[in-house]
């Protein structure tokens, strides 16, 4: 049984190589870990694509000129879709979850690399995205669904764990390739390309090597590695009718309250991580600001969204890890969720100084992904655990239970973030005013020059009637000449361009003139050309800080209600207790084993 055999069943030929996946004996641990692994990289290619626009949102903003608003429509239509495409998804209980995967990835490859970079228009845009969240959502229900085939419980929390890592590492590898590439590719696009190109190669491997168990296999329920003779002699003797008992009426079977609550209270408890999958970059862009006064630039929200991930990934491994080497799941979910909850407050306190230093801000934010992974790669262990209780043969429809209402979830929660958080546009449609090359030379620091020369900016601005006539080329020539050789030809020269009025007034603050306007007059003009672009960007930048805040803590009430959900969860809360559980349950494997082994002989 060490070997794997491919099935005698099902079509032949090219139609066999296309959609015909299973095998029928379950596989050796080395062959075991590397569909784990293929199913993992499924995973991580479909969230980097799934993720890409979140690595360039202000760039898609601008370039559509589409509000915030709007942008946030498509996320809630593109989750709510998915959630909706989770519910057929319960069917890879019957008919096997390798092509869901395959042909996933095939679909969303060809969109995030052609679709979206062909896109003319926001509604073009939207309608892709949306295409695209239809197929996740279904992909969202049948890798996890892999992954638990192929794991025992004693490891699940281990393999959830790396599961969990292909969500976290999209959003990685997004911020790494844009953080990287953002500066000298020549448009937002190039970060499609890259992603799409990445899924079709994964696309290509996965059709070739992965793997999917026969019914009779995935149905029975397998605890350890010492389960396998046993799952492989109960398959051996189940025939098509009984497994199609154990599949019959599912949602009668699964549609239970403590499946229903779980799955809302790690929705509710996620806010905060869909949030940052979603808007950590604009969030950054438009709270913080670097040393010099300016607000960071998509790259360098990117830098910090690294950091994020990256602890997300190693912290799901580690905890996960953990969870299965005690033997208990509800431990690591109470003191994570505790832990989130403070770490999260943390967090959002820093949003009221638009200065604080990135050590403070990476140190925070590692800090709070650590706690996420403390949950969720043990509630995922501890969720398809509590759904083989009800029957080991719907793991998939207890996931697509769980994808609905996750989905569903974040799509309507984020229905009201912009009405919350109503200071993006302000920032981001005008953030490009910031710095800009008024003269085509080195770029204009606007709010370092604010900051620099304030008596400039103060004069310019209360004597703007009468300045900006002098500031165009030939005028400010004829005004250099009347100052330098107030003859009365030059004057009369000045007088007949700008009348006068204004003549009178230069001649008032010719000292103001020569020391605070003449050495910055391109600057001024710049500032006076811009202001009402310029000051919507002040103030979208002096009110985001708090509108964020709220809806933090929003997230923090998210947790809240995710804790009481804790104890409703399958495990033990005692590792001595859960030890003595196992023991007593391979006693029994033994047992049946024996009974199983009699009746063949």
């Not at 793997?211 to 590695?225: A, I, N, T």
């Not at 910031?434 to 080195?442: L, M, R, V, Y």
């Not at 004597?463 to 250099?480: E, I, R």
Request: hydrophobic residues 50%; proline residues 4%.
């Amino acid at each position: 049984m060490a070997n794997q055999t491919a099935s005698n069943t099902g079509p032949s030929g090219l139609g066999r190589f296309l959609f015909h996946h299973e095998i029928d004996e379950y596989p050796a641990s080395g062959r075991r870990s590397a569909y784990l692994a293929l199913a993992v990289l499924a995973t991580i290619a479909l969230y980097y694509t799934y993720f890409t626009q979140t690595g360039v949102t202000p760039n898609i903003l601008q370039y559509y000129h589409m509000s915030f608003s709007f942008y946030v429509w498509i996320v809630v239509i593109s989750n709510l879709i998915g959630a909706f495409a989770s519910l057929p998804a319960s069917k890879t209980d019957a008919l096997g979850r390798s092509n869901v995967v395959i042909y996933g990835l095939l679909i969303v490859g060809l969109l995030i690399c052609f679709a979206v970079p062909a896109c003319t228009g926001e509604w073009a845009f939207a309608v892709v995205i949306c295409i695209i969240g239809l197929v996740e959502g279904a992909i969202l229900v049948a890798t996890p669904a892999l992954i638990r085939d192929f794991s025992p419980q004693v490891g699940r929390a281990s393999a959830m764990g790396f599961w969990a890592v292909g969500p976290v590492a999209g959003s990685l590898i997004t911020s790494i390739v844009a953080t990287n590439t953002l500066s000298h590719l020549t448009a937002w696009q190039d970060q499609f390309h890259i992603s799409g190109i990445f899924t079709l190669v994964v696309f290509v491997l996965a059709l070739i090597w992965l793997k999917d168990l026969s019914p009779k296999l995935r149905d029975q329920l397998m605890v350890s590695e010492m389960d396998k003779a046993l799952v492989a002699a109960k398959a051996m003797g189940l025939s098509e009718a009984e497994v199609a008992e154990a599949t019959a009426h599912p949602w009668k079977q699964i549609l239970k309250g403590d499946l229903v609550i779980s799955a809302v209270g790690i929705s509710v408890f996620l806010l905060l991580y869909y949030a940052a999958t979603a808007f950590f970059t604009i969030y950054w862009a438009t709270v913080f600001k670097s040393s010099d006064g300016v607000n960071l630039s998509t790259s360098a929200a990117n830098s910090l969204n690294i950091w994020f991930w990256a602890v997300d990934i190693i912290a799901l491994v580690v905890f996960g890890w953990l969870s299965d080497k005690l033997r208990v799941r509800k431990p690591f979910m109470l003191a994570g969720t505790i832990g989130g909850i403070i770490m999260l407050i943390i967090f959002l306190g820093l949003a009221g100084n638009a200065y604080t230093g990135a050590d403070t801000i990476i140190i925070v934010e590692v800090l709070l992904a650590a706690c996420i992974s403390m949950v969720y790669a043990p509630w995922m262990a501890s969720y398809t655990e509590l759904v083989e209780a009800k029957n080991p043969a719907l793991v998939g429809t207890g996931l697509a239970l769980w994808g609905w209402i996750l989905r569903l979830t974040v799509g309507l929660s984020f229905i009201f973030l912009p009405l919350v958080v109503t200071a993006v546009n302000p920032v981001v449609d005008n953030l490009q005013y910031a710095q800009t090359p008024p003269n085509g030379d080195a770029p204009f620091n606007v709010q370092q020059f604010q900051l620099e020369h304030p008596k400039s900016v103060a004069f310019a601005e209360a004597n703007a009637s009468w300045l900006k006539p002098l500031s165009t080329d030939t005028n400010y020539a004829l005004a250099t000449a009347a100052r330098l050789h107030p003859t009365p030809a030059n004057i009369a020269a000045l007088t007949k361009a700008v009348g006068p009025v204004i003549v009178g007034k230069a001649l008032k603050y010719e000292t103001q003139l020569v020391t605070l306007v003449v050495p910055y007059r391109q600057d001024l003009s710049y500032l006076a050309a811009h202001q009402n672009e310029l000051l919507a960007l002040q103030n979208g930048v002096a009110e985001s800080p708090s509108q964020w805040q709220h809806w933090f803590w929003v997230c923090v009430g998210g947790m809240v209600l995710f804790l009481p959900t804790v104890f409703l969860t399958k495990g033990r809360w005692s590792p001595a207790k859960a030890k003595e559980d196992e023991d007593a349950y391979e006693a029994k494997v033994q047992e049946e084993l024996k009974q199983l082994q009699g009746v063949g002989a």
